[in-house]
């Protein structure tokens, strides 16, 4: 694992919103390097900064000042267009509150990467069909997106995500919106996708139990990384260097 | 991208139909309203060149002054001595008839019925072209005695007497008796729209005489003047002006104060006229469907706010801003062009409904359908650009957390 080069590499990373006397600088100088295959959680509280990294992390957001490396490449200066581009065809993402497209069905809801990735119909249904099956859902397919509970809407999103086998699956508190034993299903789901299929996954909590499900987890606390640790197969936790 | 772009366009109008359906209302509206304008324009214009060539070809009128309207009033009128040199003196022509024309209200027991009295020669009926339901035209007799006997036209038979044979009977027209000696065969609508069977015809010097109401009247109005076949229209009207001119005192150099014109003449005339009124009325709708056109931008903005989650979403796994513009802008060409289509279907349902109930020929102009269609395309392209930029514009993060 420690051979890999890192796919995520941020350096002196810092976020600062507004300007002048009211600028309010929620990243504060982040280095850190994920590797390819971890399963990372972000942890903190809310207006620590996690979602303003997760969203740098995501090239939804660019950084102020700073290096951001995308499995070696520089990605902090790209434009809108650009960094559209990456999350394109490196990076899947779950949000919170799904974000399915209502009245919609499960498999054009998972479809809809692959659509913008120009990708044609016969393939775009079987990659789809392919990712709904991942997650136990190829049965629900044709059911519209509203018409799911909460739990397989969520595991829809997650079709979604990995349906275009990104490098990167972003989990922006996946399981917020989820009872305990639904949480604990979507997490197993997540979990099992990076053990079995080797999808570097990086997810942002605030639940402790959830962060657990992580081989490593990162604390953000005012914009800076308070703490850094890493589980070993063995369970015990160690702080990475 | 653009195949994307409609894949993905016609996904999102076909999941919510009743806002694509408000949407493009306007425009279907508006391009109904054009095209039925239009082609009952053109029918009207049809209806009227069909009904003065209907008078035949062969027909020429004269008109004391020049042009058409009340600027024609001060020029004297014809006499009937003027008719009869006319079909006398000119080889072309076959038949002249002299018209005095006075509006009267014919009364019979308690009906009464505003109409107009035309006196005229025998020869009128053959030179206008009437044909006989009953009874007969009055005599060369009955013309030169100047007696009080009419020839009644549909209408004003079905107004007086329903049902009743009139032939026989007396009717008072301003205080005249006269006796109903025939009943013309309806003719229908003119070319103007007046009922041609609204008219009470009687010999010459009998409304002169007895209906003009002043003494010693000998005007005529107008004369109808029926040419030889095969003689050209073109020579029996100079000839026709040459008599004219020559009974009138017109000295060479000077202006005439008639107007001799064959039906083709009367006919571009009119339509002419008639086709003014057909652009007018499009110009009217094609402002209709111009608020159409806002209406889209109008309901697509609104939408870009309540997509403004989806357009996250669709930002967040990769969508360009361009292909969002696209998108929105797909999504504002099909359901205008929709509209289009649906509104030109509309179009030529109630254009057809109205043609018949108006007794215009009903005229399919592919071109005023192709205008409206490219018309409403470009609508759709021009006020779905504003809403789509803006969409476009949008920010992934902002667009996300949008509720």
């Known amino acids: 694992m420690t051979s890999r080069a890192p796919i995520i590499q941020l350096r002196d990373v810092t976020k600062t919103y507004g300007a002048g006397s009211t600028a309010f600088r929620a990243l504060n100088g982040i280095d850190l390097d994920i590797k390819a295959g971890e399963f990372v959680a972000i942890m903190g509280s809310s207006g620590s900064g996690k979602s303003t990294l997760m969203n740098i992390l995501g090239c939804l957001d660019s950084p102020t000042s700073g290096r951001y490396l995308f499995a070696g490449c520089a990605v902090e200066g790209l434009?809108?267009?650009?960094?559209?581009?990456?999350?394109?065809?490196?990076?899947?993402?779950?949000?919170?509150?799904?974000?399915?497209?209502?009245?919609?069905?499960?498999?054009?809801?998972?479809?809809?990467?692959?659509?913008?990735?120009?990708?044609?119909?016969?393939?775009?249904?079987?990659?789809?069909?392919?990712?709904?099956?991942?997650v136990g859902l190829l049965p629900w397919r044709h059911h519209a997106s509203n018409e799911l509970s909460g739990g397989q809407q969520q595991r829809v999103a997650v079709a979604r995500a990995i349906a275009t086998s990104p490098r990167v699956l972003f989990a922006d508190e996946p399981t917020g919106n989820l009872?305990?034993?639904?949480?604990?299903?979507?997490?197993?789901l997540i979990t099992d996708l990076n053990r079995t299929q080797g999808i570097t996954a990086v997810m942002v909590t605030h639940e402790p139990e959830m962060a657990g499900y992580a081989d490593r987890i990162v604390t953000v606390v005012d914009g800076t990384i308070a703490s850094d640790s890493r589980r070993r197969g063995d369970g015990v936790e160690s702080e990475v260097a | 991208m653009l195949w994307n772009a409609l894949t993905i366009a016609v996904r999102e109008i076909r999941r919510n139909l009743l806002r694509g359906f408000l949407t493009v209302l306007g425009v279907v509206i508006g391009v109904a309203a054009v095209v039925i304008m239009v082609s009952l324009g053109q029918g009207a214009t049809e209806s009227v060149t069909s009904q003065v060539e209907s008078l035949g070809s062969n027909l020429i009128m004269a008109i004391p002054g020049t042009g058409v309207g009340p600027s024609g009033g001060s020029a004297p009128g014809f006499r009937l001595s003027?008719?009869?040199?006319?079909?006398?003196?000119?080889?072309?022509?076959?038949?002249?008839?002299?018209?005095?024309?006075?509006?009267?209200?014919?009364?019979?027991?308690?009906?009464?019925?505003s109409t107009q009295a035309v006196g005229t020669t025998v020869d009128y009926f053959s030179v206008a072209g009437w044909a006989f339901a009953e009874g007969r035209p009055f005599t060369e007799a009955e013309f030169v005695g100047a007696r009080p006997v009419c020839?009644?036209?549909?209408?004003?038979?079905?107004?007086?007497?329903?049902?009743?044979?009139?032939?026989?009977?007396?009717?008072?027209?301003?205080?005249?008796?006269?006796?109903?000696?025939?009943?013309?065969?309806a003719k229908g609508q003119g070319a103007m729209g007046q009922d041609q069977d609204s008219v009470v015809v009687l010999p010459l010097s009998t409304v002169q005489r007895r209906l003009a109401g002043r003494l010693g009247d000998r005007d005529v109005d107008r004369m109808m003047i029926s040419a030889r076949d095969g003689v050209s229209a073109d020579r029996v009207v100079r000839d026709v002006t040459d008599v004219l001119r020559d009974r009138r005192g017109i000295r060479a150099g000077e202006d005439d104060d008639f107007s001799v014109l064959d039906t083709k003449e009367i006919a571009d005339a009119l339509s002419s006229t008639t086709k003014i009124l057909t652009y007018l009325l499009g110009a009217v709708a094609a402002v209709s469907l111009l608020v159409g056109g806002i209406g889209i931008m109008n309901i697509m903005l609104v939408s870009v706010t309540e997509r403004t989650r989806e357009i996250g979403i669709r930002m967040s796994i990769g969508a360009l801003p361009r292909e969002v513009l696209l998108q929105f802008l797909v999504e504002a060409l099909v359901l205008s062009l929709i509209g289009g289509l649906v509104g030109i279907v509309l179009a030529l349902v109630v254009s057809y409904v109205l043609a018949q109930a108006m007794g215009i020929p009903y005229i399919i102009d592919p071109r005023i359908n192709l205008v409206a269609f490219a018309f409403s395309a470009a609508v759709g392209v021009v006020f779905g650009y504003a809403p789509a930029r803006r969409a476009a514009r949008l920010d992934p993060i902002e667009a996300l957390r949008f509720e």
């Open chain 1, 179 to 188: 009872d305990t034993k639904v949480s604990r299903e979507v997490m197993e």
């Open chain 2, 82 to 113: 003027d008719a009869e040199e006319i079909a006398a003196g000119v080889s072309g022509v076959r038949a002249v008839a002299p018209l005095r024309m006075v509006g009267a209200k014919a009364v019979y027991l308690q009906e009464d019925w």
């Open chain 2, 151 to 185: 020839v009644l036209g549909n209408t004003v038979v079905s107004e007086l007497f329903g049902q009743q044979d009139p032939v026989g009977a007396r009717i008072r027209l301003k205080g005249l008796t006269c006796e109903v000696v025939g009943v013309l065969a």
């Open chain 1, 79 to 134: 434009s809108k267009e650009q960094r559209a581009l990456i999350r394109r065809h490196y990076l899947g993402f779950v949000f919170q509150g799904y974000n399915l497209l209502a009245r919609t069905s499960a498999l054009e809801n998972v479809e809809l990467p692959l659509l913008y990735r120009g990708m044609s119909r016969g393939e775009r249904r079987e990659q789809a069909r392919r990712a709904l099956d991942a």
